[in-house]
């Protein structure tokens, strides 16, 4: 339930019933003009309707009828034909918020913007319908599908993502975040929250299960936990490939950690990152931060192993705290032609942006006059999350700059990630449909508040009601309806899913994207992009290199094909859109114009078939009493074990095992602190003679003429105990007294 202040609790308390509301259109208010008013919140699942609480997602929607003031009629002013002047408060896509309560004590009820308006002529009357955040999430469904797990050797077992990592990815992409975001110029973002998967860039590869995700000790929503013994590694490729020299700038790494506790190992985060100039040759800089320690240490050579590479070091002990947040970032740029200057930037619960002193490393200068081509991440014993590296202009300095505190809100919950993924699934359709279509997979639920804030909460929290009720509603008082319906079709005792099972597909075959063309001239300073098809069942390729051959695009400096190559001369950019590749390059280093020759990109697909299983649990004390009653559950890909198979299975069997009652229409005395997923106490001792407790599935409010009418959609937390069918000899179903018809 939403928290209320002392005067609305002790309102409520008392049967207080005087209503008030406001209602803002475009940030103003009109709740005087306001006739009239709904909100409608509900579960939609393809579960049985009687098992509808157990998964589906939530999209509510407001209606309000508007009239006009100072003396003209509301088609005049907010109609689709009215002046822009009066007109734009109610088009399409305005935001509108809405508050209801008592005696001028009002809540939140809903937060969305404008999906239609309907003015009649000859009347006084705009309709006005809005939808919730989902309405945000009706852009393209746009997914990476690295191929990383398929990228390695020592074992199959390399899970790369999970359903929740890609709901938070989803939401990111409508601007809903639950950690700092990426910055402006980002080229490689990796949230970690159930998954080792980048949000922004390419998973080349990974080492270590990364199957662990945690709420609980992480920096804001969910973080990634590193391998005790050895380290969790994770290879990427930047979506950019950002320049070392030449831009002016630098490049900044950060992420967010919690050191734990002590382990056997040392806590500890490296990143290891490859530049390259030409074909074999690359500089590697490495920056290595040890928690338990509390050291600093940054390589620079031309070695893979930093170790045998020149290094500088700081001693920081603030990072030996346990259990505290704490920012690590790296400020990286060249500092003359012979030198390449490392800062790092550290920020503790505090806030304030520690700058420690610049470390300078040897660096030979055309080395760096290249492209950052790959970065491994390495986490040892603690837990990590919002991994991402950035070219900018100039060194963050502000504690906004620095860790972004300000400059975002968290607008979303999600729950613990619990199924682990190896490839993730083609998709189609808008965000919030594929949204829409994880929750039904795996029985979770997706709505947002009131407020405006998402919430994801996974199948297990229907599993046990919480330790009371939040609300009792009861006949001598609140209760002025009640319908009370048990049905068959809520009985499903033999449940199935059926999982196609990843575990042991390791393996994957290639296909080339290639994309040739004339020479195309690219003038300093100038951009051009690229678009190439590819299927929807064909994993990401890597951002290609300047360079000839595989994952490249070819660049010469005249439009002869047996012009010079140059390799590093253009900065590359990569996108993935449904359908497209989208390559983007600029010319931001030469004063000549450079011609683009194509491209090569790999793009690869499993080589094997994931074992097909079907998975059953049942209950046969169930099926005695009602007979066999089969659901079969689709997971439409989202599930990739036996062992999550064999969860949700579990689940729909418990859940559905007895038939629990749906109570409708239940029509109280409205209260503004009730939400979906709530649980209420329905007592009733004038009809049925209830006393039970029940989720919240759905409310539907309206307001009119001072008055507000609340309906509630209960489904109960248990079955009415066992039939017992005491002094009951059932009838069999054929007629033991009549023959059988002939053979």
Same mark, same amino acid.
């Given at each position: 339930?939403?928290d209320a202040?002392?005067?609305?609790?002790?309102?409520?308390?008392?049967?207080?019933r005087?209503?008030?509301h406001?209602?803002?259109?475009?940030?103003r208010?009109?709740?005087?003009q306001?006739?009239?008013?709904?909100?409608?919140?509900?579960y939609a699942?393809?579960?049985?309707?009687?098992?509808?609480?157990?998964?589906?997602?939530?999209?509510?929607?407001?209606?309000?009828?508007?009239v006009?003031?100072?003396?003209?009629?509301?088609?005049?002013?907010?109609?689709?034909?009215a002046?822009?002047?009066?007109?734009?408060i109610a088009?399409?896509? $305005?935001?509108v918020?809405h508050?209801w309560? &008592?005696?001028a004590?009002?809540?939140?009820?809903?937060r969305?913007?404008?999906?239609?308006?309907?003015?009649e002529s000859?009347?006084?009357?705009v309709?006005?319908?809005?939808?919730?955040?989902a309405?945000?999430?009706?852009?393209?469904?746009?997914?990476?599908?690295?191929?990383?797990?398929?990228?390695?050797t020592?074992?199959?077992?390399?899970?790369?993502?999970?359903?929740?990592w890609?709901v938070?990815?989803?939401l990111?992409n409508?601007?809903?975040?639950?950690?700092?975001?990426?910055?402006?110029?980002?080229?490689?973002?990796?949230?970690?929250h159930?998954?080792?998967?980048p949000?922004?860039?390419?998973l080349?590869? *990974?080492? %270590?299960?990364w199957?662990?995700?945690?709420?609980?000790?992480?920096?804001? +929503?969910?973080a990634?936990?590193?391998?005790?013994?050895?380290?969790y590694?994770a290879?990427? @490729?930047?979506?950019?490939l950002?320049?070392?020299?030449?831009?002016?700038?630098?490049?900044?790494?950060?992420?967010?950690?919690?050191?734990?506790?002590p382990y056997?190992?040392?806590c500890?985060v +490296?990143?290891?990152?490859?530049?390259?100039?030409?074909?074999?040759?690359?500089?590697y &800089?490495?920056?290595?931060?040890?928690?338990?320690k %509390?050291t600093?240490t940054a390589?620079?050579g031309?070695?893979d192993?930093?170790? $045998?590479?020149?290094?500088?070091?700081?001693?920081?002990?603030?990072?030996?705290v346990?259990?505290?947040?704490?920012? @690590?970032? /790296? /400020?990286?740029?060249?500092?003359?032609?012979?030198?390449?200057?490392?800062?790092?930037?550290?920020t503790?619960?505090d806030?304030?942006?520690?700058?420690? =002193?610049?470390?300078?490393?040897?660096?030979?200068?055309?080395?760096?006059?290249?492209?950052?081509?790959?970065?491994?991440?390495g986490?040892?014993?603690l837990?990590?999350?919002?991994?991402? *590296?950035?070219?900018?202009?100039?060194?963050? =300095?502000t504690?906004?700059?620095?860790?972004? $505190?300000?400059t975002?809100?968290?607008a979303?919950?999600?729950?613990?990630?619990?199924?682990p993924m190896?490839?993730?699934?083609?998709?189609?359709?808008s965000a919030?449909d #594929?949204?829409?279509?994880?929750?039904?997979?795996?029985?979770?639920?997706?709505?947002?508040?009131?407020? %405006?804030h998402?919430?994801w909460?996974?199948?297990?929290?229907?599993?046990?009601?919480?330790?009371g009720?939040?609300?009792?509603?009861?006949?001598?008082?609140e209760?002025a309806?009640?319908t009370?319906t048990?049905?068959?079709?809520?009985?499903?005792?033999?449940?199935?899913?059926?999982?196609s099972?990843?575990?042991?597909?390791?393996q994957?075959?290639?296909?080339?994207?290639?994309?040739?063309?004339?020479?195309?001239?690219?003038?300093a300073?100038?951009?051009?992009?690229?678009?190439?098809?590819?299927? +929807?069942?064909?994993?990401?390729?890597?951002?290609?290199?300047?360079?000839?051959?595989?994952?490249?695009?070819t660049?010469?400096?005249?439009?002869?094909?047996?012009?010079?190559? &140059?390799?590093?001369?253009?900065?590359?950019t990569?996108?993935?859109?449904?359908?497209?590749i989208?390559?983007?390059?600029? =010319?931001?280093?030469s004063?000549?114009t450079?011609?683009?020759h194509?491209?090569?990109?790999?793009?690869l697909?499993?080589?094997?078939?994931?074992?097909?299983?079907?998975?059953?649990?049942w209950?046969?004390?169930s099926?005695?009493?009602?007979?066999?009653?089969?659901?079969?559950?689709?997971?439409?890909g989202? *599930?990739?074990t036996?062992?999550?198979?064999? +969860?949700?299975?579990?689940a729909?069997?418990n859940?559905g095992?007895?038939?629990?009652p749906?109570l409708?229409?239940?029509?109280i005395?409205?209260?503004?602190?009730?939400?979906?997923?709530?649980?209420?106490?329905?007592r009733?001792?004038t009809?049925?003679?209830?006393?039970?407790l029940?989720w919240v599935?759905?409310?539907?409010?309206?307001g009119a003429?001072g008055? #507000?009418?609340?309906?509630?959609?209960l489904?109960?937390?248990?079955?009415n %105990?066992?039939p017992?069918?005491?002094g009951?000899?059932p009838?069999p179903?054929?007629?033991?007294?009549t023959?059988?018809?002939?053979?």
């Amino acid at each position: 339930m939403k928290d209320a202040p002392p005067a609305l609790v002790a309102a409520l308390a008392s049967g207080e019933r005087t209503a008030s509301h406001s209602t803002r259109f475009g940030g103003r208010e009109v709740g005087p003009q306001v006739a009239a008013w709904s909100v409608d919140r509900s579960y939609a699942t393809d579960l049985p309707a009687a098992m509808r609480a157990f998964s589906g997602s939530s999209s509510a929607q407001f209606t309000a009828d508007l009239v006009g003031t100072g003396g003209q009629l509301a088609p005049a002013l907010y109609g689709p034909w009215a002046p822009r002047s009066t007109g734009d408060i109610a088009r399409p896509g $305005q935001s509108v918020t809405h508050r209801w309560g &008592l005696n001028a004590t009002s809540l939140a009820t809903f937060r969305g913007s404008v999906r239609s308006r309907s003015a009649e002529s000859g009347t006084d009357l705009v309709r006005l319908s809005a939808l919730d955040g989902a309405e945000r999430l009706r852009m393209p469904a746009r997914v990476p599908q690295p191929d990383g797990a398929f990228r390695f050797t020592g074992g199959p077992t390399r899970w790369i993502a999970s359903p929740v990592w890609v709901v938070d990815h989803l939401l990111r992409n409508a601007g809903i975040h639950t950690s700092p975001p990426p910055r402006p110029g980002c080229a490689l973002y990796a949230s970690l929250h159930g998954g080792v998967a980048p949000n922004i860039g390419y998973l080349e590869s *990974v080492n %270590g299960s990364w199957g662990e995700w945690f709420k609980q000790g992480a920096s804001f +929503e969910c973080a990634a936990e590193g391998g005790f013994s050895a380290p969790y590694q994770a290879s990427y @490729v930047p979506a950019a490939l950002p320049n070392f020299a030449g831009s002016g700038g630098g490049t900044w790494f950060e992420f967010w950690a919690v050191n734990q506790k002590p382990y056997d190992k040392d806590c500890a985060v +490296e990143i290891h990152t490859t530049w390259s100039l030409v074909q074999d040759v690359a500089h590697y &800089l490495t920056f290595s931060v040890n928690f338990t320690k %509390g050291t600093l240490t940054a390589y620079s050579g031309s070695k893979d192993d930093p170790t $045998q590479n020149a290094s500088v070091g700081w001693t920081w002990n603030p990072l030996k705290v346990e259990g505290k947040r704490i920012h @690590v970032a /790296w /400020w990286i740029r060249e500092r003359t032609s012979g030198e390449v200057a490392v800062t790092p930037v550290i920020t503790g619960e505090d806030g304030v942006p520690a700058f420690l =002193n610049d470390g300078y490393l040897p660096a030979q200068p055309l080395r760096f006059a290249s492209a950052l081509d790959r970065i491994r991440f390495g986490l040892t014993g603690l837990r990590a999350e919002a991994f991402q *590296v950035s070219s900018l202009p100039t060194r963050p =300095n502000t504690s906004a700059e620095v860790t972004q $505190q300000g400059t975002w809100k968290r607008a979303a919950s999600l729950s613990e990630p619990r199924f682990p993924m190896r490839v993730i699934p083609p998709v189609r359709g808008s965000a919030w449909d #594929v949204i829409t279509e994880i929750a039904k997979a795996t029985l979770a639920t997706a709505e947002f508040s009131s407020d %405006g804030h998402f919430r994801w909460r996974d199948h297990t929290r229907w599993a046990y009601p919480s330790g009371g009720a939040d609300l009792e509603v009861t006949s001598s008082r609140e209760l002025a309806g009640l319908t009370v319906t048990e049905e068959i079709d809520a009985c499903r005792n033999y449940c199935s899913v059926r999982v196609s099972d990843w575990l042991w597909v390791y393996q994957a075959k290639s296909e080339i994207l290639a994309d040739v063309v004339e020479p195309i001239p690219i003038p300093a300073g100038a951009t051009i992009v690229r678009t190439l098809a590819i299927q +929807e069942t064909r994993m990401d390729p890597r951002t290609p290199k300047c360079r000839e051959g595989v994952d490249a695009v070819t660049i010469r400096s005249g439009a002869d094909p047996m012009s010079p190559t &140059l390799p590093a001369s253009v900065a590359v950019t990569m996108r993935r859109d449904p359908g497209l590749i989208t390559l983007t390059l600029r =010319n931001m280093l030469s004063t000549s114009t450079l011609y683009y020759h194509g491209a090569q990109l790999t793009t690869l697909t499993p080589d094997g078939n994931p074992g097909q299983y079907l998975w059953s649990s049942w209950d046969d004390d169930s099926r005695r009493i009602y007979g066999t009653q089969e659901y079969e559950h689709d997971v439409r890909g989202w *599930v990739q074990t036996i062992d999550a198979a064999t +969860e949700l299975a579990n689940a729909l069997r418990n859940a559905g095992a007895f038939p629990v009652p749906l109570l409708q229409s239940v029509e109280i005395l409205p209260d503004p602190r009730i939400e979906l997923g709530d649980v209420v106490r329905v007592r009733d001792n004038t009809g049925a003679q209830l006393n039970t407790l029940a989720w919240v599935i759905g409310i539907r409010t309206t307001g009119a003429n001072g008055r #507000v009418t609340q309906t509630l959609t209960l489904r109960g937390t248990a079955p009415n %105990g066992v039939p017992q069918d005491a002094g009951l000899t059932p009838d069999p179903p054929t007629d033991p007294d009549t023959p059988p018809p002939p053979p």
